[in-house]
């Protein structure tokens, strides 16, 4: 779904910059320049960074526990 109308950004699009290793806001902002052109898309954006974030962490914790 497109988050971002302006700069064409999609829920995908966020999810796979987290998983390439931004870990935060400022660092999905300015790889896909989601926000910052009207503003309107975020909150919405920064809820699906949040979600990813937090999805992608789990993930690698989960990763870690095997190697031990």
Do not use: N
């Amino acid at each position: 779904m497109y988050i971002c109308l302006c700069k064409g950004v999609t829920d995908h699009k966020i999810r796979q910059v987290v998983e390439d290793g931004a870990r935060s806001w400022r660092e999905v902002r300015e790889v896909t320049g989601c926000g910052t052109q009207c503003g309107k898309c975020a909150c919405s954006a920064k809820t699906i960074t949040q979600h990813a974030i937090k999805d992608t962490l789990i993930a690698s914790a989960e990763d870690l526990a095997y190697a031990i």
